[in-house]
């Protein structure tokens, strides 16, 4: 699960010092992330792939699930047939419509996508010539303030791949296992997400071969998780970590959740705070 933010940054927003708490505001805070996905029923506010998932066609307009999305990669109408396009896609934060019509039945249709917003800085590598890509190519990524760097070569950490997305997704998985990031591929695009969990650390990328592993940018930057969603999951820790002192801490249904603020007045700021990014309309009772 990705969290939205940190423990030192509850701490900071609960007025705790010391470590005490720490084991407890951090299952608190798993807690409350998950109660926030479905309030708003995604599977992930944070920058993140969905593989396969699926949609009924006779229609040229798909409701994605998840909030925010970046890029579109392969669309099957049914298990066959991909769907093509000659223009861009036009994407409104979770709406796609499409030129053509989906030839596919019902839960025929499946698409993978890359959704939501960054918290920690974010760059994308796009393969574009894997046969000519040196044999032993590397990837730099640089440190955070706790390590977690590193080096990885094709043909020592990853394999090469049969064509631009294999090699992209083999690339990705080399990434990802290095420590504090995250990464995967869509189509022939990696990208790479910084998990320090501390905002806009900066993280340095580089690449053997800029054509052929072409980066976005040369730091893992362009913040942009939204600050009201941030609150809300802080609103949502006071709640739940006052309830373990006061029992009697009012609970209020929120969609098809049942979740506890610290007040009244938290109630109100935590709808306030999800009003942008809800579907559809929800109410507190």
């Known amino acids: 699960m990705n969290l939205y933010v940190t423990t030192d940054e509850i701490k900071t927003y609960l007025g705790i010092s010391g470590s005490s708490s720490d084991a407890v505001l951090a ?14 029923s995604v599977t992930d506010l944070a920058l993140h792939k969905v593989s ?16 925010h999305v970046q890029a579109i990669g392969d669309l099957y109408e049914d298990e ?19 030129d053509d019509g989906l030839t596919g039945g019902e839960r025929e249709v499946t698409i993978d996508y890359v ?47 049969a064509d631009n997305d294999e090699e992209a ?6 990434i990802d ?20 969990q501390a905002q806009a650390t900066g993280r340095t990328l580089a690449t053997s071969d800029s054509v052929r592993l072409a980066k976005s940018a040369s730091t893992l930057a362009g913040v942009d998780f ?21 029992a009697r801490v009012q609970s209020y249904s929120i969609g098809s959740k049942s979740v506890t603020f610290a007040s009244d007045a938290d109630a109100a700021d935590f709808k306030t705070a999800i009003s942008h990014y809800k579907r559809a309309k929800l109410h507190i009772v």
């Open 27 to 40: 299952m608190i805070n798993k807690f409350a992330t998950d109660d926030l996905n479905g309030i708003l």
């Open 52 to 67: 396969g998932e699926v949609h009924n066609g006779g229609t040229d307009r798909l409701e994605l699930r998840d909030l």
């Open 80 to 98: 066959d047939t991909l769907y093509e396009q000659d223009d861009a896609y036009d994407i409104d934060n979770y709406v796609l419509h499409l």
């Open 115 to 161: 959704s939501g917003w960054n918290a920690s800085g974010y760059a994308t590598i796009t393969v574009t010539d894997y046969a000519n890509l040196a044999a032993a190519a590397t990837v730099i990524l640089g440190a955070t303030p706790s390590a977690g760097g590193g080096t990885v070569t094709r043909g020592t950490d990853w394999t090469a791949g």
């Open 169 to 174: 997704t083999n690339l990705a998985a080399a």
């Open 177 to 196: 296992a290095l420590t504090n990031v995250r990464a995967f591929a869509l189509q022939n695009v990696v990208y790479v997400v910084d998990d320090y």
């Open 226 to 246: 939204p600050e009201g969603i941030r609150g809300a999951v802080l609103l949502l820790i006071a709640g739940r970590f006052a309830k373990r002192k006061n």
